[in-house]
């Protein structure tokens, strides 16, 4: 199967940063790793970038599954933060590469799309332009990304207390003391 092939090799990918810095990862490393022939690689990859797209937008597609299970909005975001920051030393370790803006523009792309997915289910009366949803799209997509990439350099997190912040922040219910 097709994805079965994919998720081999992003997930030899994904172990084999963490022996090695991503820049120093070639496709013929990575093939002898995985035991395929380039060949194979290249029916499901055009390049290690693809792979790296590929697997940020699986982690996210699985934090946005558990998202959309959970109870409350505060729940959904702290779903995002705990499936992310499981990946948290491979997303700085790519965040560490030279592709560190490639890295940061697909997981911005993709929390967008899964934000995207959450309001539409959650909130399908929603009566903003199309304009106007993809400015705030674009607005939380890139402050949850820094969160997320934020809370990986810090594995000791607080996550509900994190995501109670965040709702307040994106439901404007955050108060100052007094």
Known sequence: MPTDMKLMIAATFAKMTRKKPVDKITVKDLVECCGISRQTFYYYFQDLLEVMEWSIQQLLQKALNNSLEANTPEES??????????YGEVLLRLLASQRREQVERVFVDAMQSAIRQLILDGCPELAWNHQQMEVALRFYACGMTGVIFDACRNPSADYEQLSHQLYQLYTGTIHTRP
């Open 77 to 86: 975001i702290q779903e995002f933060l705990r499936v992310s920051t499981e």
